[in-house]
């Protein structure tokens, strides 16, 4: 049989541009897992995965005008937005040596032998141990952060984890580009460079998530591609642990006082969230619960400007434009949905920005309106009307899980000395991983304490894929129960030869 080739193709003309690799075949793919399971032994060496964690960092940036011009050309993001998700890609990576570096993501907890204790305690030691092989599946919206050398892959290789990824057929010279960097950064730090290893094509997906060594999986994109890999994970003889993020609507409120307050910055903040990345990014805020009346008004007059004054983009494919298109056709041609800045088509390979209106009243019940409330990908929200708080109300009890949700207030709201905002808060927290007040979803700071990950279908797990603890997600605790010290792993043993931070008896060890 003829290899399949893997083009890379220009989203502004949908021309290919080169022919990059060949899809892999079912042997290639076990070759490349065994190939992988085989570096697992060296990725031991804690100081070795911080090292390498930093070399990528630093050989990511030392190609970066190269990786940034790749990326331009297969996904039309514009150096600008690829400059800042390249320093974004490298940072993730040296926050994560730093977590390799401090030792708590192995949990350390020791408790001492209590024979006083009823029922007595024995001797009981516990830490994290990285899971094995992780398939990673890349992201198309994020040719960087999200696909070869992003987060998932970041965090995988931090917890000791050999990393097999499945390009995204949107950008796979980008993807060639970037997994020679880290396999470079292996080698010069003494690690096997197979501890990443890229393949392409649809059936290798498949191919990859059944493979009986792989040991979890990461992935980003559509609720219908991620929920058939879910599956196939869990059908699994051994089901092993799906981590992926597929899709969110992330819904707004904003308060009839924070509209009154502040129409024109809240406006003016939607349509530059909406329509970044020509409305591609995960976090973009689809959904918006808005007043109707004097205030509401001048929120849409405030968004129906700035959204106008938008340029037309290029999405990351034709497919996705088509998509985006047809998913716009249906939603306008709902009764009672208006459209004050019609999105569709900007020109032969264009998209333009725009948004949807309906009386929220058209969502408080089951019907043909539900479609409003499902993503659609690109430069579009949907804005609808309510005239109580009751219909708020309503309407959350009807969404799906999310990324995100955000709540708009006055600032009599926010300091409390109005009541309600509690309510609000209360009933979006539910329905999403990151709650947001007086901000605008998009952009997620790599940080300890954020979660990129919310109620299904936003995510197939209650994990993040963004900052430190998103390295949870391939590790797997093991206690030792009265086991001779002689025979103990070093991070377990009393004298504490590693340094590592840790729990003794209950309490923090210093």
Known sequence: MAATPVWSVDPRTGKEREHVADEATPEEVDHAVRRAHAARGALADRTKRAALLRTAADLLDEAGEHVIEAADAETALGPAR????LARTSAQFRAFAEVVDDGWFLDVRIDHAD????????DLRRYKLPLGVVAVYAASNFPLAFSVPGGDTASALAAGCPVVVKGHP???????LCASVIRRAAAQVGLPEDVLILVHGFDAGVALVKH????????????RGGRALFDAAAARPEPIPFHGELGSLNPVVVTEAAAAERADEIGAGLAGSMSSGVGQFCTKPGFVLAPAGEAGDRLLTALTAAVSETEHGVMLDHRMRDAFIAGIEKRAALDDVTAPVTPGA??????SAGFLTVPAARLTGPG??????????????????YTSVDEVFAVLSRLPGNLTATLHLS???GDGSVPGAGGLLEALTPLAGRVLVNGWPTGVAVADAQQHGGPYPATTSTSTSVGATAIERWLRPVTYQSTPPALLPPELR???PLGLPRRVDGAREK
């Open 82 to 85: 690829l400059t800042g998700e």
């Open 115 to 122: 024979p006083k204790r009823t029922p007595p305690w024995p």
């Open 170 to 176: 949107d950008h796979p010279a980008t993807s060639e």
């Open 212 to 223: 009986p060594l792989v040991a979890a999986a990461g992935f980003t994109g559509s609720v």
């Open 346 to 351: 900007g020109s032969e390979h264009t998209v």
């Open 368 to 385: 043909d309106h539900d479609l409003l409330l499902e993503e659609c990908f690109g430069p579009v929200t949907v804005v609808a009307r």
């Open 411 to 413: 600032e009599g709201e």
């Open 494 to 496: 009393d004298d504490n």
